[in-house]
C-alpha cells in the first residue's frame, strides 16, 4: 500500500480532535456521544473521551478497511476512492453533531444521521454492481464467492436495493421527525431489502 494515499484522509479525520481541543473549556464534563432512534441521547463520556473515541475509531477502522481492499481486485477505483474518503467525512460529520449537541446547540440528529447513511448507500449502490469478486466490498455470500455469474447478479440487484433504500432512508427520516417510530419501520425494510432480498435472490441461482 502506498502510505501516502492515508495520509490526507487520515488528517481529515482526526481533525475533529482539534475541533474538540478548541472548544473543552465549554464542553460539560459529561458529553453524549451515542442517541437512540428517538434522537435523544442515551450515552455518555468524559470530555477527553468524546473528544477522542469516534475520530480515533474511524481512523483506525479506515487503516484496517484500506490494508483489506489492498486484497481485493483493482477494478473499481471509484469505489477505492470512496472507501478511501468515507470514514474521515463521517468522522468529521458526526462528531461535528456530538460537539454541537454538548454545546447546546440541539439539532436533529436523527435526522441528519439517516439523510447520510441514505446518501451513503446511494452512492454504494453505483459503484459495488461494477466490482468484481473479493472478500472485501460487495454482496460476499458463500455462492457469489464461489460462482462469477452469482457474483455479477447478486450485486446488480444489491445495488439497486441499496438505491431504494438509501431513498427510503431519507424520506424516513423526513418523515420520523414527525412521527419517531418511522425511524424503526424504516431500518427494519431496509434490512429485508439489503441483506434478505440479495441473499435469497443469490440462493435462488445457485439453486438453478
Not at 484522509?9 to 481541543?21: A, E, F, R, S, Y
Not at 487503516?63 to 468529521?92: C, G, H, R
Not at 455479477?152 to 418523515?175: D, E, F, H, W
Amino acid at each position: 500500500m502506498k502510505y501516502k494515499k492515508l495520509l490526507w484522509p487520515t488528517v481529515i479525520g482526526l481533525l475533529p480532535i482539534l475541533m474538540g481541543l478548541a472548544v473543552y473549556s465549554k464542553l460539560p464534563e459529561k458529553m453524549p456521544i451515542h442517541w437512540g432512534l428517538d434522537g435523544e441521547p442515551n450515552g455518555y463520556a468524559t470530555r477527553l473521551a468524546g473528544i477522542l473515541i469516534l475520530p480515533l475509531i474511524m481512523v483506525g477502522v479506515n487503516v484496517i478497511v484500506q490494508f483489506s481492499l489492498e486484497t481485493a481486485p483493482k477494478t473499481n477505483l471509484k469505489l477505492e476512492k470512496l472507501m478511501l474518503w468515507l470514514l474521515p467525512i463521517l468522522s468529521v460529520i458526526f462528531q461535528s453533531l456530538t460537539l454541537s449537541e454538548a454545546l447546546g446547540y440541539h439539532l436533529d440528529i436523527a435526522l441528519i444521521t439517516m439523510v447520510t447513511v441514505g446518501i451513503i448507500f446511494i452512492l454504494l449502490g453505483n459503484y459495488i454492481p461494477k466490482t468484481s469478486q473479493n472478500i472485501v466490498a460487495g454482496f460476499r455470500f458463500p455462492m457469489t464467492l464461489s460462482n462469477p455469474d452469482n457474483w455479477q447478479k447478486t450485486n446488480r440487484l444489491g445495488g439497486m436495493m441499496l438505491v431504494i433504500s438509501g431513498i427510503i432512508m431519507i424520506l424516513g427520516g423526513v418523515i420520523s421527525t414527525w412521527y419517531p417510530i418511522v425511524a424503526v419501520l424504516t431500518f427494519i425494510v431496509i434490512l429485508v431489502l439489503i441483506i434478505l432480498v440479495p441473499l435469497c435472490y443469490s440462493i435462488r441461482l445457485a439453486r438453478k
